[in-house]
């Protein structure tokens, strides 16, 4: 039997590791502090550089709809929290910076959440839909991801509606699993986010229209039945365009997925990898 870490041997001290790591992130976050975007306009930037729109109430394998409905509460606390924020050059965006904690005095209900590859139930839980959109918009721009964390290695539910390629997730933690990107531009950029009855809504808009577009390709999925279990397999890339002319100017491979599926396999077509 493996040794337990320190977070595992009992629930105290994994509030104790907890704590750590969230004194640990302030620390190191004291020399950026001049550099964290939080300087907000009433005014929309002219130029929309993308947009986006995703499902708030998601059917995810046999969750309960009620985590879904704390779901919906959580991300219209957080929303306004970024809307129009603006991210000048060299300012950083941090997700955590500008929500703080999400407690239950805040006004946050359980949701969803996941940890160790297994689901479970959390206050703030499902904010995870909101950097999900943010990091899907940033990756159509010039802006520079400096951290992003992703459950890279299971995939907990089958796909349902699903518009944005497995594989371009993200997961936080307050508050030292973060979301954050970086504006290494000479433009300034603006986040637009709000909800509506049925969608959580995203804009990136900037003061200048960009020389570059960017198109994000899943290409190479299939499923692989291997000696311990189903696998999920993808190549994500993001392609390079020139905004004026239309042409090409590059491709870059940005994720490889392999991910073991959580969900009944049946209906899916399988490669055979056991062999």
């Known amino acids: 039997m493996a040794k337990k870490l320190f977070c595992e041997i009992s629930p105290l001290t994994y509030r104790i590791s907890v704590q750590k790591e969230i004194a640990l992130r302030r620390l190191r976050d004291l020399p950026l502090r001049s550099r964290f975007a939080l300087e907000r306009s009433p005014d929309e930037l002219p130029v929309r550089v993308y947009r986006h729109s995703s499902l708030i109430r998601r ?15 959580n991300l219209a606390l957080v ?18 910076r500008l929500v703080g904690n999400p407690t239950r005095r805040a006004g946050y209900r359980e949701g969803l959440v996941i940890a160790s590859g297994r689901t479970g139930q959390g206050i703030g839980g499902g904010m995870c839909q909101f950097t999900n959109l943010i990091h899907w918009m940033v990756l ?111 491709e870059e491979r940005i994720g490889k997925n392999h991910a073991k599926i959580a969900y009944d396999p049946d209906g899916l077509e399988l490669v055979d990898r056991t062999k």
Request: net charge negative; glycine share 8%.
């Open 140 to 250: 159509h721009s010039d802006l520079t991801i400096i951290e992003r964390h992703h459950h890279d290695g299971i995939d907990l539910f089958p796909d349902f509606g699903r518009v944005i390629p497995f594989g371009t997730g993200t997961s936080i933690l307050y508050n030292y699993l973060d979301y954050r990107f970086c504006n290494d531009t000479d433009a300034t950029y603006q986040l637009i986010t709000y909800t509506s009855g049925e969608y959580l809504h995203g804009e990136l808009r900037c003061d200048r229209r960009p020389d570059r577009v960017y198109h994000i390709q899943c290409r190479g999925e299939f499923f692989s039945q291997e000696a311990d279990g189903v696998y999920r397999n993808n190549e994500i890339y993001r392609l390079t365009v020139d905004a004026q002319t239309g042409a090409a100017l590059g």
């Open 79 to 96: 929303a306004p929290k970024v809307d129009h924020l603006l991210i000048r050059p060299g300012e950083i965006f941090s997700f955590w």
């Open 59 to 73: 059917r995810l394998g046999n969750v309960d709809m009620r985590l879904q409905e704390n779901k919906a509460v």
